[in-house]
């Protein structure tokens, strides 16, 4: 790996020479930059903080922390959701200790500078990146749509180095952050749908979740989409980064670095092509409906949060028309765009048809809605994908019409299926992919080595080819589109925590978010979706391809790490910085270590073929 080089003011705040917060967090960026390979950091014009919001104690010792060492940010900040909606808590059903822990926690954001913006959808203010401005955000779908829509320059962080980031001002000097990190690796063809379901929000969001689950953390190019609002992109990438850890996509012609797709791929052949056609798009579609009770409870919508074009198609659907007895409707948004809508009048016309609005947080993280209502409805594949776990409800995912239309008929409306009967023949040929075939599911593959096609492993339930070399995840197992990234290489095996530790091992099928895959209180896996639901990592040593979804891993970790339920090692096949980054806090705050090494996929085979593992530093010894 390259030697960092700091200039001498990165060096002066490293040395102690500014606050205590400057130290600890240039501390920070430059042990992040070791894990990642960067040989040197970057100015940042911007940052984005996903750490404001209240996951147990660990979040509000850090910032505590950092507000009382003299932290300030540097650079114009803005504040991502809380656990409060501070304009109307009276919405919250909580514990009144965990309402006061969270405004705590807020109340240490707003002293170190930052803007209470109180939204997940940045990208939704007056004041927004520009093309090829270098940031530093938080939270999943706002990555994502900075990196793919506007153009902007951040890599995928999580909690606690975002608040370093704008405190110091710097950044490594890697991945999304340069030219060469931004090239799409896959490339997705959408084919066989008609240009009416090309139109619809359901589709962006049945795609963007077939893609996260597909590509894991590779960039892809999407080919056979040929317009598309911001809300539609939005959708996309929301839930393409939460199935899977998607922090970029390119949509050609569309996106704003993909005039065409072989822009997007830089001149190069793909490393592999998937397909999408409209069964993969209905078996979405069902994935994210898992509801077992067709008795509705409740609608919630605003999922990244609500937009002022969104708001006015809302209004129009409901106008003249109420909510029905019974149920519950929310529409989540932040602050601003809701003094926008206020001031058109439609924040008025709104409640008065029965609908609650939120802001500075959002249905699936905080307690607003009833006790088990029954089933939700929602347009979001985000809060379809978490909700399950996070909240225990049953989920329909549906269109914005759908959604308004049962709440205002009491009861569950589906239009005619957008995918039943609506294929249309594919104009695709051989010849647009590289040469390879097609698996079960009629997803193109480009065609594996011979030495790729020997390399198994079998003992993991995962072939060969999920795993990745570069800075992610693997994909779910039964997909066999996936193939070896090739983009960042890094040197293995790689220790991103160092220490010693000795445990049983709990071997993962599947990459896991912490936050919306983990209970923080006793390490159990909750995720619906993860083939582990029910398990424990508390005391074990984790084995795992890599980690997906949410920016607030890292918090979830530093707070299995408080609590003493955290894994006693964890190791990887894929570098994820994001949980490296709670274990880091769990050393600052609390002087507990979680080692955390990634394997070269020959010493990970090895590893999770074993009953009892011993980490030490960078090896991993069967014990």
């Given at each position: 790996?390259?030697?960092?080089?700091?200039?001498?003011?990165?060096?002066?705040?490293?040395?102690?020479?500014?606050?205590?917060?400057?130290?600890?967090?240039?501390?920070?960026?430059?042990?992040?930059?070791s894990i990642t390979g960067a040989g040197e950091l970057i100015p940042i014009a911007r940052a984005h903080i996903d750490g404001c919001l209240y996951h147990g104690q660990a979040s509000v010792d850090f910032a505590r922390m950092m507000a009382e060492a003299g932290g300030s940010v540097r650079v114009p900040t803005t504040l991502n959701v809380g656990i409060i909606d501070l304009l109307h808590p009276e919405l919250f059903r909580g514990k009144a200790s965990v309402a006061a822990a969270g405004r705590e926690m807020m109340a240490h954001?707003?002293?170190?500078g930052c803007r209470q913006t109180w939204t997940c959808a940045p990208y939704q203010l007056a004041e927004r990146p520009s093309l090829g401005e270098q940031i530093a955000w938080a939270e999943s779908n706002a990555i994502v749509f900075a990196n793919s829509v506007l153009g902007a320059r951040t890599e995928r962080y999580g909690d606690f180095i975002d608040l370093a980031a704008a405190i110091t001002g710097r950044v490594p000097n890697v991945g999304l952050h340069r030219d060469d990190g931004r090239r799409a690796t896959v490339l997705v063809t959408v084919r066989g749908i008609d240009a009416k379901r090309l139109e619809s929000d359901l589709f962006f969001a049945a795609l963007g979740h077939i893609v996260g689950r597909r590509v894991g953390t590779a960039i892809p190019v999407i080919d056979g989409v040929h317009q598309a609002t911001e809300d539609q992109l939005k959708a996309f990438g929301a839930a393409a980064a939460s199935a899977g850890a998607v922090a970029m996509f390119h949509m050609a012609g569309v996106t704003p670095e993909a005039p065409d797709r072989m822009a997007a791929l830089g001149g190069r052949a793909p490393e592999r092509v998937i397909e999408i056609g409209p069964h993969d798009l209905a078996d979405a579609?069902?994935?994210?409906?898992?509801?077992?009770?067709?008795?509705?409870?409740?609608?919630?919508?605003?999922?990244?949060?609500?937009?002022?074009?969104?708001?006015?198609?809302?209004?129009?659907?409901?106008?003249?028309?109420?909510?029905?007895?019974?149920?519950?409707?929310?529409?989540?948004?932040?602050?601003?765009?809701?003094?926008?809508?206020?001031?058109?009048?439609?924040g008025d016309a709104l409640r008065a048809s029965g609908v609650k609005i939120v802001t500075d947080t959002c249905t699936y993280l905080t307690p607003i809605l009833r006790e088990r209502p029954g089933a939700v409805m929602t347009n979001s594949a985000k809060w379809a994908w978490y909700a399950p776990g996070n909240l225990g409800y049953d989920v329909i995912f549906a269109s914005l019409e759908e959604c308004?239309?049962?709440?205002?008929?009491?009861?569950?409306?589906?239009?005619?299926?957008?995918?039943?009967?609506?294929?249309?023949?594919?104009?695709a040929t051989t010849a647009s992919a590289p040469a390879g075939g097609t698996d079960a599911s009629g997803s193109a593959t480009a065609q594996r080595t011979a030495e790729e096609q020997d390399v198994q492993a079998s003992e993991t339930g995962l072939p060969a080819d999920t795993f990745n070399t570069s800075h992610g995840q693997a994909t779910a197992p039964n997909d066999t589109t996936v193939r070896a990234q090739r983009t960042h290489a890094i040197e293995l095996p790689l220790a991103l925590i160092?220490?010693?530790?000795?445990?049983?091992?709990?071997?993962?099928?599947?990459?896991?978010?912490?936050w919306g895959g983990v209970r923080e209180h006793d390490g159990t896996i909750i995720d619906v979706h993860h083939p582990q639901l029910g398990e424990c990592i508390a005391g074990r040593?984790?084995?795992?391809?890599?980690?997906?979804?949410?920016?607030?891993?890292?918090?979830?970790?530093?707070?299995?790490?408080?609590?003493?339920?955290?894994?006693?090692?964890?190791?990887?096949?894929?570098?994820?910085?994001?949980?490296?980054?709670?274990?880091?806090?769990?050393?600052v705050l609390y002087d507990r270590t979680v080692p955390m090494v990634?394997?070269?996929?020959?010493?990970?085979?090895?590893?999770?073929?074993?009953?009892?593992?011993?980490?030490?530093?960078?090896?991993?010894?069967p014990n």
């Open positions: 790996m390259p030697e960092l080089r700091l200039t001498s003011d990165e060096q002066s705040l490293l040395a102690g020479e500014g606050s205590r917060a400057e130290q600890i967090a240039m501390g920070m960026v430059v042990r992040l930059a954001y707003r002293a170190m579609v069902d994935e994210l409906s898992p509801a077992t009770s067709q008795a509705l409870g409740a609608i919630s919508v605003g999922t990244p949060h609500f937009s002022f074009e969104e708001f006015r198609r809302a209004t129009s659907l409901l106008r003249g028309r109420t909510i029905a007895d019974g149920i519950e409707c929310y529409i989540s948004t932040g602050r601003d765009v809701l003094s926008r809508v206020d001031s058109e009048g439609w308004i239309e049962s709440a205002v008929r009491g009861a569950v409306v589906r239009q005619i299926s957008v995918w039943e009967d609506q294929a249309v023949p594919s104009t160092n220490g010693t530790a000795i445990g049983s091992v709990l071997l993962l099928a599947e990459p896991l978010s912490f040593v984790v084995v795992m391809p890599g980690g997906r979804g949410s920016s607030s891993s890292s918090s979830v970790l530093a707070e299995l790490i408080r609590g003493g339920v955290a894994p006693v090692a964890i190791v990887l096949n894929t570098s994820d910085p994001i949980l490296a980054l709670g274990a880091m806090v769990g050393e990634v394997l070269s996929h020959s010493a990970y085979k090895e590893a999770a073929a074993s009953q009892r593992l011993r980490v030490d530093g960078t090896q991993v010894i």
